[in-house]
C-alpha cells in the first residue's frame, strides 16, 4: 500500500458512532500555539451538522477534530459524531497533520516544519517527497530539515506510492549507460528492467550520452545493419564474447524486419529479446544488487525463464523442420523495407 493511502484516514463510507465528549483526549495537536478561540466560536454559530471526527481506537485521541469537539461543548452537546482510526500514535500523528494541512484552519508554516521533523525522527526511511505531500511543504525544504537534524536515513527510503527506491542511483545509471552504448536502440522499458533504475533515469542518461557524443539525435534511428546480415540458424551456438557480439547483431537485424516492427506480436518479441541479452557485467550488477531474501525467488523465476525459451526454441526448431527444402533467408533491410511499406 502506498504512504497516501495508508495515512489517509477512515473512508467516508465507515461507521459513524455518536462518543461521549468527556471520553475523549484531546491534549495531542500538532498545533503549537493550541487551539484557536474565534475558529471555535465560528463553527458553534453555524447551523450546519459538524463533520465527523476521527478517533484513535484504544486511546479515544482526537486525531482530527479538536476545534469541532470545543464547538459542540459551546453548543452545550454531550456527543460528537465520530468515526475510528486503527493506527499507531506515530500513525495517528501523520494523519492528523495531513488533515489538517488539507482542510479546516490549516497549520502554520512553523508548525508544518515542526512536523515534518517529528516524522523524521519517526520515519527517517520515508523518502523527502513521501513527507513533504504529508505536512504541506516542498520536498526541498524537508531535505533541508533532514540535514538539519542529522537524519540522513538509510541507503534506500520509501517514497509516495510505497515503493522502496535507492537514495542514490549512481550504480544503476551506470549500468544503463553501458546498455546505451552497447545497444543504443533499445527501448527505456527494457533498459530500465536491466540496470534497476525508472524510465525517466534511463531517459537523462541517454540525452546526457546524445549531448557528450554529439553526433547522434535524441530520437534518431539506429543505423541499420550491413546487407546480408544472417538470420539465426540452427547451428552450434558460439560462447563468450563472441556470443555477445552475435546475439546484439542478430537483434539489430531483426529490428529492422518491418513484419516484426509494425504488428503488436512482434514489437513484444523485440522487447522480450531486449530484456533477455543482458551481458555478463549487467548480470554481475544485478547478482550483486540482489537483496539476500530475494535470491530463491528471482533464482527460481530465472529457472523457470531459461525452461520457457528451451521450449520457445524447441517448437521454433519443430517448425522450421515441418518446411523441408526451406532456404534459410539473409536479412536484407532495404527489401524488407519494400515489402512493409
Known sequence: MDVEARYAGPDADADVEWIPIATLDLSHSPRSAGENGEHIRVLAESQADLPPIIVQRGTNRVVDGVHRVRAALLRGEQAVRARWFDGDDASAFVLAVRLNVRHGLPLSLADRKAAGTRI????????????????????????????????????????????????????????????????????????????????????????????????VIPGQRPAPPARNAEAPRAQAAPSGPVALDRSTALLRSLRTDPSLRFNQSGRLLLSILAVAAIDPRAQDGLVLDLPDHCLDFVAE???????????????????????????????????????GA
Not at 325 to 339: A, D, I, S
Open 120 to 215: 523524521l525522527g519517526e520515519q527517517e526511511d520515508w523518502s523527502n517527497r513521501a513527507i513533504a505531500s504529508a505536512v504541506g511543504l516542498s520536498p526541498k525544504t524537508i531535505a533541508a530539515l533532514r540535514e538539519a537534524v542529522g537524519r540522513p536515513g538509510g541507503q534506500a527510503r520509501i517514497g509516495r506510492d510505497g515503493r522502496v527506491r535507492p537514495v542514490s542511483t549512481a550504480a544503476g545509471r551506470e549500468r544503463a549507460k553501458e546498455m546505451l552504448l552497447r545497444e543504443p536502440a533499445s527501448s527505456l522499458r527494457a533498459v530500465s528492467a536491466v540496470a534497476g533504475v525508472s524510465t525517466g533515469t534511463v531517459r537523462d542518461v541517454r540525452d546526457q550520452l546524445h549531448r557528450q557524443s554529439g553526433a
Open 301 to 339: 523465476l530465472a529457472q523457470a525463464s531459461v525452461q520457457a525459451w528451451q521450449d520457445l526454441a524447441v517448437r521454433l526448431s519443430e517448425r522450421r523442420s515441418a518446411q523441408p527444402g526451406r532456404r534459410q533467408p539473409t536479412v536484407n533491410p532495404e527489401r524488407q523495407g519494400k515489402r
